[in-house]
């Protein structure tokens, strides 16, 4: 009934239709509601069913997991706060109302931006936002301003991709840009001890006692300064929560990166489809090994003795080696520049929240880094390649 519906709509939103100005518009709903008819009319092509949309949504299935354990942590956090204690449906209902306001928003003016070149370039409408537009809020804390996720979002969809031609162009990933935006332009509100829990900063609010709102991270890179001795370890031990709360997520954070476990078991949806590359995860968790271990031997701080792992599961490590490294058009395309790519990731992202503690969270920094250098990666790559090849071809010869 649906497509019928659609079919009697179409002939009015097509060339010389009533609504023709709005043909990209009807075009996107409807591919998003079916299978568009769109066929290939010359050439030779090979296709098969993961077009664009499957795609995307298999991601945004990938962090659903992510997306309730925040929400559900967000009304958590916020009830340790105040010293109170609520039911595990009373939490996610409290989380629901604060996080779902930011996903509306960063959808509304994501869309609402890309509806719009769509229009005036009189191009069809790329799924390439409806991922960004969910993680741009998972890299949020829940108590970020709403204003401020929609300059972020414009600017993200603006500047870091409709500039360089929209999707499948950009150089960096979108929702890194829009957290790099928050960052650096309204520090306050995505630093410090307040912004992580959701409603603290109001006024009257009493807090519990002996409560603190800092993530790992930040209690971490507090002792970046201090000596490495036996008794300052142990007391990093004593501040940190537990290996156990930190892998499931019961800690203050991003809404989408606290829970390691909600993570991976998007990063196994990703695996399994084929949509991520197993070879960026595996090398960024590598590469995070690799600076740890080296840092472990160093032990110039108190930084350096913590066990590798423990960076893993601290702030956004195992998020963004999940979804924001393995971004197949900010990310390197060859096999070996994958791996590159990946254990460099990890390793900056490492080196940068240790030995900086004015960038407490390093992995938004180096994956953006490593989106600038990973057409240079490729390169290299194919022209080693390629030499490897003449190579042999001359051996052959002689």
């Keep these: 009934m649906l497509r019928k519906y659609i079919d009697k709509l179409k002939p009015k939103f097509e060339k010389g239709g009533k609504f023709e100005i709005l043909h990209s518009t009807f075009e996107a709903f409807e591919s998003f509601l079916f299978v568009p008819d769109t066929v290939t009319r010359r050439g030779t092509h090979i296709r098969d069913a993961v077009d664009m949309k499957r795609t995307m949504s298999v991601v945004i299935m990938a962090t659903i997991p992510a997306l309730l354990f925040g929400m559900w942590n967000t009304g958590y956090q916020q009830a340790e706060s105040i010293g109170i204690t609520r039911t595990l449906m009373e939490n996610f209902w409290f989380g629901f109302l604060r996080v779902f306001p930011i996903i509306v928003v960063s959808y509304a003016v994501g869309l609402g931006i890309e509806f719009g070149v769509a229009q005036v370039r009189g191009h069809e409408v790329n799924e390439g936002f409806l991922v960004s537009g969910m993680l741009i809020p998972l890299v949020l804390p829940p108590d970020i301003p709403l204003w401020m996720v929609a300059v972020a979002t414009a600017f993200s969809v603006v500047f870091a991709k409709e500039i360089f031609g929209g999707t ?231």
């Design 168 to 398: 499948g162009m950009n150089i960096w990933n979108p929702a890194l840009i829009a957290r790099a935006f928050l960052f650096f332009s309204y520090p306050s509100e995505i630093s410090g001890d307040k912004v992580w829990v959701s409603g603290i900063r109001e006024e009257g609010v009493q807090l519990a006692e002996a409560f603190s709102g800092a993530t790992p991270l930040a209690v971490a890179s507090a002792t970046a300064g201090e000596d490495a001795t036996r008794v300052t370890i142990d007391r990093l031990y004593e501040q940190l929560p537990s290996l156990g709360d930190l892998f499931f997520g019961t800690i203050p954070g991003c809404i989408g990166e606290t829970s390691t476990l909600a993570i991976l078991l998007g990063a196994a949806l990703l695996l399994l489809t084929g949509v991520a590359s197993w070879r960026i995860m595996l090398s960024v968790f590598a590469g995070g090994a690799a600076m740890g271990l080296l840092f472990n031997l160093w032990g110039a701080n108190t930084y350096m003795e913590l066990p590798f792992y423990y960076h893993f599961v601290m702030g956004g490590f195992a998020f963004g080696a999940v979804f924001m490294a393995t971004d197949p058009v900010s990310a390197a395309h060859t096999g070996t520049g994958k791996f590159i790519y990946g254990f460099l990731t990890g390793l900056f992202a490492v080196l940068i929240r240790v030995l900086n503690p004015a960038y407490p969270e390093g992995m938004m920094l180096a994956i953006l880094l490593m989106n600038t250098f990973a057409p240079l990666i490729d390169h290299y790559v194919v022209e080693a390649n390629i030499r490897r090849r003449l190579k042999r071809l001359t051996a052959v010869k002689a």
